[in-house]
């Protein structure tokens, strides 16, 4: 029996992912390195600097340590200043009706995502208090598709990870919600792929998929 629903965040819950191709893209440009939208989507669910190492791969140069983690460090900065602009309004269409009418259906709900910046993102889009639990990139070692953050978020739920259902656009989240024993969800890129268990391209179409429990106010 399924009991929990583990959602990711950039790409799922909000159009987070965007905004980091855009930073990533400033930094690119300006280090005269190119950078696709293939390579963009290759950075959706990986760390901060794992993604960086995607971004500098086409570079002619290599950079020592010191150089990449002042490059992280600009690339947040400017990503921080974009979701300073982030309201409610910039949820992906139905995430806060759907949320909650799982909750209702008697679902536990929590996320797990690998962004750091993910406490942030909840305050400013109102989406933290629908949710039961949170694991984020300030608590695991190992970015997806290593199982470490949905593994997380089972446990502060106090669910077996049998009985979650991991949603992720990442083919990297997929992988990761599999490799924790999940039954899996695709969202946009990933379905595209067909990478999950089943795939979807709006988060309504999560409803059919998760019937009726135990009523919960
Ligand atoms: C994931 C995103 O949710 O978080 C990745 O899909 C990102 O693109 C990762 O690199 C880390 O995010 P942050 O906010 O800690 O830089
Ligand atoms: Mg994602």
């Known amino acids: 029996m399924i009991r929990a629903v583990l959602f990711d965040l950039d790409g799922v819950l909000v159009d987070t992912d965007a905004l980091h191709y855009q ?4 930094l690119a440009d300006r280090l005269n390195i190119p950078f696709t939208p293939e390579q ?3 950075c959706r669910g990986v760390s901060r600097m794992d993604s960086l190492e995607i971004v500098l791969e086409r570079s002619p140069r290599a950079y020592s340590p010191e150089e990449k983690e002042t490059f992280a460090r600009e690339k947040n900065a400017r990503y921080q200043a974009m979701l300073s602009a982030l309201t409610p309004e910039h949820t992906t269409p139905g995430a806060a009706a759907v949320l909650q009418t799982l909750r209702k259906r008697g679902y536990r709900l929590a ?3 690998g962004s750091k910046n993910a406490g942030l993102i909840l305050e ?8 039961d639990a949170v694991a984020d ?9 290593d199982p470490e953050v949905f593994l ?3 446990r502060l739920l106090e669910v077996p990870p049998a009985q979650c259902v991991a949603v992720d656009d990442a083919l990297a989240g997929i992988q990761a919600g599999r490799a924790a024993g999940m039954g899996t969800v695709a969202f ?3 379905a595209l792929h067909q990478a999950g268990d089943h795939n979807i391209q709006t988060l309504e179409q999560l409803l059919p998929l998760f019937p009726a429990q135990e009523e919960r106010p």
């Open 188 to 190: 946009g890129d990933a």
């Open 124 to 131: 400013r889009t109102g989406l933290g208090r629908l949710l």
């Open 137 to 145: 990139g300030t608590m695991i070692t190992r970015s997806k598709p």
């Open 23 to 26: 930073a990533w893209k400033e």
């Open 152 to 154: 997380t978020a089972a």
């Open 40 to 42: 963009g989507n290759r």
């Open 111 to 113: 996320l797990a995502s």
